[in-house]
């Protein structure tokens, strides 16, 4: 009971109500309590305990001071936050507000527009020569607050500048760096860009010394210019780009918002395929590679899209996986696979993607079926050879013994061969067979009558009772028929 203290604003009052913010508190976060009584006269009431509660959550965010400074087509906004300059009750939570601006031009309500702002900002769009009206009013998000709107203050923009800001800022990205784009009317003008720390929007106050250079970007004479990519650190940034022309500048252009992290480029991957057997596939997928041979760093990690096919099918098999070693098996042997593979953000929110790489494509190693069939025919090619080289020396050998015959055999030899030659009997030929026959005049006679083929050239045709007739019969032939007429003779005697 003996911590109890007056309250400053809350005594001797004689109404039902009082105001004590003015009471610096040390925590706005501790529960405090009240209690109340009624005086009159020398006599009092027993207290009445208020019940407990936290400032910070009974606290209201106010009305809000606003500065206001016109260009002439932008407004410039300064925003006071919640809350005194020595007061702790909103001091944790100047860099949470957000503020919702109303804005519409005098002469017409009914174009209100409402926009979100930062304590410190800069409205665009707005026509010259005009008079525009706005209110403002705190949030806070976490946890969830909706102060009171200011009172409505209006301005008028001015005139037309001379010397108009640039417009339509964009910043894409191209291989390794940034190129810079806006869009201006006018010639003969030189342009420069600064950028800035999207953060230092959410603390108030007046940042204008943080503003920094654009390398590449200063007095230059086109309508673009290309920035490194190591110029921006990691996160978030904004751009803004303004005109000069002699000795006068335009305003500063609408902020342009760049992430780096959106703006990033996703090279393709790289890809490498080789055959493990005659069924199997192994696909390996590489990190892109600068014109230096270095691995070109991502920011994020990534999964790989790799669509597989037959090089003469254009059925497709498309697998998506973090991993970067992937194999194909059950295919055909001795067939030709191509694959193509690209880089996906493997966070959806970012819905970023690298081109395709190149295809790359390998044969299937042979089966062994295949080694099979291959064996055979090798086998069935060396006994086709063998065979073809066989049946060529035979027919090679007829042909020697039909058209190109041996010498004549001894007439002593040829005499005992009952049958014509073999040889004769392969050519036809038209001659009548003669017979030649050997006649011994002694009382014992022998006639020997041989026959010959008609068809020999080299045989002579003759008759021993006609020979002096026929004139065509041969000394030698004569002789050795009476050598063998003479033969038997004696074979006979004996």
């Not at 031009?105 to 026509?127: A, F, G, P």
């Amino acid at each position: 009971m003996d911590n109890w203290k007056k309250l400053p604003g809350c005594q001797h009052i004689t109404s039902t109500e009082c105001n004590f913010s003015s009471v610096k508190l040390k925590n706005v976060y501790e529960k405090i309590e009240l209690r109340i009584r009624a005086e009159k006269g020398n006599n009092t009431s027993q207290w009445h305990e208020v019940k407990p509660f936290i400032p910070f959550q009974k606290a209201q965010i106010g009305p809000l001071d606003v500065h206001l400074e016109a260009e002439d087509k932008a407004i410039i906004i300064n925003i006071s936050p919640p809350g005194t300059k020595d007061s702790i009750m909103w001091a944790m939570d100047h860099s949470s507000f957000m503020y919702s601006l109303v804005i519409w031009k005098n002469s017409s309500r009914l174009e209100e527009r409402t926009e979100t702002v930062y304590s410190r900002d800069k409205i665009y769009k707005l026509s010259p020569e005009t008079t525009y009206c706005l209110k403002v009013k705190a949030e806070l998000r976490s946890p969830r607050r909706v102060g009171l709107y200011s009172p409505v203050y209006c301005i008028n923009t001015t005139e037309k500048h001379k010397v108009p800001a640039p417009e339509n800022i964009q910043i894409d990205a191209e291989n390794q760096v940034y190129v810079l784009k806006w869009d201006y009317a006018y010639e003969n003008t030189t342009f420069r860009a600064q950028w800035s720390h999207e953060f230092l929007k959410r603390i108030p106050g007046s940042h204008s010394d943080k503003w920094k250079q654009i390398p590449n970007c200063e007095d230059v004479k086109t309508t673009h210019c290309v920035i490194p990519q190591n110029v921006f650190p990691e996160g978030i940034h904004r751009i803004r780009v303004q005109a000069s022309n002699g000795n006068n500048t335009s305003f500063w252009s609408e902020e342009k918002i760049f992430n780096t992290e959106m703006k990033t480029i996703i090279f393709p991957p790289v890809i490498s395929m080789k055959s493990i057997n005659d069924d199997s596939l192994h696909v390996s997928i590489g990190a892109p590679k600068e014109s230096e041979n270095k691995s070109v760093n991502q920011l994020y990690p990534l999964i790989y899209e790799v669509i597989f096919r037959e090089n003469t099918s254009n059925a497709e098999r498309k697998v998506v996986e973090k991993r970067t070693d992937f194999t194909f098996p059950n295919l055909k042997p001795l067939t030709v696979y191509c694959v193509k593979a690209r880089a996906l953000t493997e966070n959806d929110k970012w819905n970023k993607s690298s081109v395709f790489s190149d295809t790359v494509c390998e044969k299937t190693k042979p089966g062994n079926t295949s080694k099979t069939w291959l064996i055979a025919g090798i086998c069935t090619s060396l006994f086709s050879i063998i065979v073809a080289i066989y049946v060529v020396k035979v027919l090679l050998r007829c042909i020697n013994y039909v058209f190109f015959p041996s010498s004549k055999p001894p007439s002593t030899v040829d005499e005992y061969f009952s049958e014509p030659p073999v040889r004769n009997l392969l050519l036809s030929t038209s001659e009548e067979r003669t017979e030649r026959c050997s006649i011994i005049e002694n009382a014992n006679t022998l006639t020997v009558i041989e026959e010959t083929n008609p068809t020999d050239e080299d045989h002579k045709k003759y008759n021993s009772q006609t020979s002096q007739d026929s004139g065509n019969y041969s000394n030698e032939d004569e002789n050795s028929g009476s050598k063998i007429s003479e033969e038997l003779l004696q074979q006979e005697t004996v």
